[in-house]
């Protein structure tokens, strides 16, 4: 139902849907940081990062929320006083009750996240996650009684289990024979208290990626006939092929190094590129990663990448490409700027007439000098 107010809980429901915050990484501080989710708002404000001039535009805007890729918070506060920004900025939202989600390296990890819309930006094709995620998927193994399994395997399909890469609705089932003996406070399904009872029933094995668990484990208990479901939980060392770090992918036509370089300044409107020496290669198959990304180069070139665009590069990075491929640094804004859209995209679509606005505050804090 499209709705003109939301409470901050649907909003974060919302993006989570997509990018679960569970796909966060350790360090990071993804999620409702200044508010309360069962607030109200008319309209949301979005912005890379949360500085004090963001804050201020928003209470002219007179909303009462700032949807951020960066977190504001990140390390525990010790104390709020004016003397540092961080405090500053938690200080205002909180006097003026506004409202500070950020939403970072869980759109980083998820598919469709920060990476794809880069990836899309400079229109690659054939999208994969350079650096998939370990220790995520799980498999669910529960015991049905033969007469009640589509029912309980839909309910766990709807939920979010049996997802296989390109496809979903993925189990494996096979018949067997339960026992048990119901005690004297049972309320059993079937058989009669203090007898044993056997019944005709099928083990049913589903994948689920842990932030899906609950919700998958809850819609299988309601959907299962039993007062005592029989399941177990079994850790996978998988990779999850939907969450990762990085994106690869290739552009439709290969193109020479200083068209590629050209292209990626234009389209994400970047001034200055920082980059290792051309050496005349064809540009085809591309690596990126929003942000820091010097840590993927081993996956960038394990995967025979023709370029790896990301940020943050040192000076040895650069050495360290070895000419293998083309290191671009991009700049840290310039390859998260297009988070907004994706922030944008899953409040409108659920919710049209939602005001949602842009920060015009330039939030970049690096400045760039051309010599004459």
């Not at 949360?50 to 700032?66: F, G, H, P, Q, S």
């Not at 070139?301 to 290191?327: M, R």
Request: with cysteine.
């Amino acid at each position: 139902m499209d709705k003109k107010i939301l409470h901050i809980d649907e909003i974060l429901s919302l993006f989570a849907q997509e990018a679960p915050f569970q796909l966060q990484e350790n360090y990071d501080n993804s999620g409702l940081i200044v508010g309360d989710r069962r607030w109200q708002t008319d309209s949301a404000l979005l912005s890379v990062d949360v500085t004090e001039d963001v804050v201020d535009e928003a209470i002219r805007l007179n909303t009462k929320l700032i949807v951020a890729h960066h977190p504001i918070i990140f390390k525990g506060l010790k104390k709020l006083t004016p003397d540092d920004a961080v405090s500053r900025v938690v200080m205002k939202a909180i006097r003026h009750d506004i409202a500070i989600i950020a939403v970072h390296t869980n759109l980083d990890n998820s598919f469709s996240g920060t990476n794809f819309i880069l990836s899309k930006k400079l229109g690659l094709n054939g999208l994969t996650i350079l650096d998939p995620k370990e220790e995520i998927l799980k498999k669910l193994v529960v015991f049905v009684p033969t007469a009640h399994l589509t029912e309980v395997r839909q309910a766990i399909f709807t939920a979010g289990g049996g997802h296989i890469g390109q496809y979903d609705s993925c189990s494996f089932s096979t018949p067997g024979k339960g026992s048990f003996r119901a005690g004297e406070n049972a309320n059993p399904f079937v058989g009669e208290i203090g007898n044993l009872h056997e019944e005709e029933e099928q083990r049913l094995e589903v994948i689920v990626p842990s932030f899906r668990l609950n919700a998958v484990i809850n819609a299988m208990l309601k959907a299962h006939p039993y007062e005592e479901v029989a399941y177990d939980l079994i850790p996978l060392d998988n990779r999850f092929d939907r969450a990762g770090s990085g994106m690869i992918g290739s552009l439709p036509e290969a193109m020479d190094e200083h068209d590629f370089l050209e292209m990626i300044a234009v389209r994400c409107d970047i001034p200055v590129l920082r980059h290792t020496h051309l050496n005349g290669k064809k540009i085809k198959k591309v690596a990126v990663c929003g942000g820091s990304g010097a840590f993927l180069l081993g996956a960038a070139k394990a995967a025979g990448a023709d370029a790896f665009v990301t940020a943050d590069l040192k000076y040895h990075d650069f050495h360290d490409a070895d000419n293998k491929l083309l290191f671009v640094d991009a700049g840290h804004y310039e390859t998260e700027q297009f988070t907004k859209e994706w922030m944008a995209d899953k409040i409108k679509k659920k919710n049209p007439n939602f005001a949602v606005r842009f920060s015009e505050v330039n939030t970049n804090p690096i400045s760039y000098f051309l010599k004459s």
